[in-house]
């Protein structure tokens, strides 16, 4: 039996015994079911006459998005029209992307906009229809962007993320699609969407579409990232809320003071933890004082439970195990199979002292 064939039977045995994580992710590469990232381009003029056809209006001109906040999974256009002020089109076209799943999304703005919560707002009385197949809802556009002027590094920015995300948390719960599964950030073209633990299933699939391909001397940082994932907290059993599947700075539009969140393909009922975790994860980069600054924006609507403090430490690391499996492929693919150089005990260290900083203020 050679070493990997025996490192591929006790990572599934492993699985089987506490989650089945990856062995998902290996059924779902076996099925080819999870394709490329998802690079489909929408076709303008054929977006510009439907919309045009639809809804009444004349599109002047279109152009893609390149701000993060609004480029999402979705091709996601902005559409300047003759009379009115701009629109944003997203062109939903993977399997997850059902025009049920769509129409809730659209349902889901509904209930934020009734609870005058300040999100991107539909369009239209009717903001969902189909092009060849695939979902199209349209919402209005948000001039400006919080980040543009380095005012993401601010203090001030990330105690009103913060604010709005308690706000978010602390909104009653509902039916219909307001109870649907979210959280998570839709990786793969939407096949790894729902809760925040799919962001983990997409961190191993990433892992498993590689695994064949790395060189010997990578193989103890693959098994070491592995083990990250497969005993990574995926908050199951925490509190639950509405929540946002990829909450950080680069989810808000317009300007500090007035900042809209944008990107709710993603959201739905989840544990209400990771979101709060990653924008954690990302203002520690700004310094300990936006840490602090996103602690007491958050707690004036949310008190986080003592297993929520407990589980922390684990939690924040599910979406940057994502984005450290992400580099791993596409250093593997870059270079024929030869891993990436990170320290994995630095890393740990680094989010162990984290975590207890942030602890000690949300228990001070």
């Not at 940057?320 to 260290?349: I, K």
């Amino acid at each position: 039996m050679t070493k990997q064939g025996s490192f591929k039977r006790a990572v599934r045995k492993r699985a089987r015994e506490s989650g089945q994580r990856y062995t998902e992710a290996r059924a779902a590469m076996d099925q080819g079911t999870v394709p490329p990232p998802n690079d489909r381009r929408v076709e303008y003029a054929a977006l510009k006459a439907h919309l045009e056809s639809r809804y009444g209006i004349r599109v002047t001109s279109m152009a893609g998005i390149n701000f993060p906040s609004w480029r999402e999974r979705p091709c996601t256009v902005r559409v300047n029209r003759e009379d009115g002020s701009s629109w944003v089109a997203r062109v939903f076209s993977s399997p997850a992307d059902k025009v049920s799943r769509v129409e809730g999304d659209a349902d889901i703005l509904r209930f934020l906009a009734a609870h005058e919560f300040p999100a991107e707002r539909l369009a239209h009385d009717e903001p969902v229809s189909v092009l060849d197949g695939s979902g199209v809802i349209v919402t209005e556009f948000v001039e400006g962007h919080p980040t543009a002027d380095g005012r993401v590094e601010s203090p001030v920015v990330q105690y009103e993320l913060a604010d709005l995300l308690g706000r978010l948390h602390a909104l009653p719960a509902a039916d219909g699609a307001i109870a649907r599964d979210g959280g998570s950030y839709e990786h793969d073209g939407g096949f790894f969407f729902g809760r925040p633990k799919q962001d983990l299933a997409a961190a191993m699939s990433t892992l498993v579409s590689v695994e064949d391909a790395v060189a010997p001397e990578g193989r103890e940082r693959f098994e070491w990232l592995r083990d990250q994932v497969e005993n990574a907290d995926d908050a199951e059993g925490l509190p639950e809320a509405l929540t946002h599947g990829n909450y950080h700075a680069w989810a808000a539009v317009g300007k500090p003071g007035d900042i809209v969140i944008v990107g709710w393909a993603g959201a739905g009922r989840g544990p209400r933890l990771p979101a709060l975790a990653w924008l954690l994860r990302t203002a520690a980069e700004g310094g300990a004082d936006q840490v602090d600054e996103v602690v007491r924006g958050y707690r004036k609507h949310v008190q986080l439970t003592d297993e929520e403090l407990d589980r922390l430490p684990s939690v924040l690391n599910i979406k940057p195990l994502y984005l450290m499996c992400h580099d791993f492929r596409a250093h593997v693919l870059a270079t024929h199979g030869q891993a990436p150089e990170f320290d994995g005990t630095g890393w740990s260290v680094h989010t162990d002292q984290l975590a207890a900083n942030i602890i000690g203020a949300f228990r001070s």
